[in-house]
């Protein structure tokens, strides 16, 4: 581990970085450079303390995870991502699994969304980051590991993260999940994580079943209702932003501005807020 390049290169990439940037207001009496260490700091959802000693060339070795989590904060582009990781002391990711690695320009337009819930996901399902509305209105789906990361596997083996959705739209909604799953598939082919994945769901029976339909349509909704336990059932607008590069997409739910929706949304936006100022 390069400490002082490191330092250097994290000092070098927070000063280019502006508040406008990743939606933050720039204030009159805003001095600093770029982003202040804590604005960076909580982008990375890590502790200014931590990541301040890792700028200042005297923190511990990060883990990878900790990396990526720095490389998604401060919009890393890819070649950035791998000479971040090389100076930490850790070979670079496989640019095969270049999906892990959100785009800066999505993460600009995430930034601009925090009042809304919006949510950046891979061709499998794994939600790589999400608003604190999105973490409000769906879970906090970031922090799964294996398998587990990819909605499709916990949809047939997790019944609890079905309760989502209103139960008399659960069987579309699974539906959905396998026909995404197997357009993955066919992207990828023998030996990708696709076919992992169907591999490991092959041994559950309502899996399998629904497999062997073979249905290949988009049944990607325009809306779809949420089953949320403390404001009830909401329809909401899902528009869909696919990045080509990567092929992850980012998803936005809105509701019909006036309509009830708007207002359970609303509300959910308080208590999600109320969640956050009482955790801190």
């Known amino acids: 581990m ?28 805003r001095r600093a450079v770029g ?17 301040g000693r890792l700028e200042q060339g005297r923190g511990p070795t990060p883990s990878e995870p900790m990396l990526a989590a ?12 791998d000479h971040l990781f090389q100076l930490a002391g850790h070979h670079a990711p496989a640019r095969a699994t270049r999906d892990e690695h959100v785009a800066p320009g999505i993460l600009r337009i995430l930034d601009r969304l925090q009042d ?28 799964f590991t ?6 499709v596997y916990r949809w047939f083996t997790d019944p609890a993260s079905r309760d989502v959705y209103p139960l008399e739209d659960q069987p579309e909604r699974g539906r959905t999940f396998t026909a995404e799953l197997r357009a993955a598939y066919a ?15 092959s041994s559950v029976p309502e899996f399998a079943a629904v497999w062997a339909e073979h249905d290949v349509d988009d049944k990607h909704a ?36 006036g309509s009830p929706d708007a207002d359970r949304l609303g509300l959910l936006a308080v208590i999600g807020s109320q969640r956050m100022t009482t955790t801190a």
């Open 35 to 51: 982003l202040r260490r804590e604005e960076v700091a909580a982008l990375c959802g890590m502790s200014t303390d931590y990541y």
């Open 146 to 151: 294996g398998p587990e990361r990819s909605t």
């Open 187 to 201: 992207r990828g082919g023998r030996g990708s994580r696709a076919a992992a994945l169907v591999d490991a769901l």
């Open 116 to 143: 809304t819930p919006a949510q950046v996901i891979t061709d499998l399902g794994e939600t790589l980051v999400q608003t604190p509305l999105a973490v409000a209105l769906l879970g906090e789906q970031t922090h």
């Open 222 to 257: 325009r809306t779809k209702r949420i089953a949320h336990p403390e404001v009830g059932v909401m329809t909401l607008d899902c528009q869909t932003l696919l990045d080509t590069d990567s092929g992850q997409r980012l998803l936005v739910f809105t509701a019909t501005p």
């Open 2 to 29: 390069d400490r002082t390049q490191l330092a250097d290169f994290l000092r070098t990439r927070r000063e280019a970085m502006q508040p406008e940037d990743v939606g933050l207001p720039r204030g009159q009496r």
């Open 70 to 81: 720095i490389a998604r904060g401060l919009h890393l582009t890819l070649p950035e991502r």
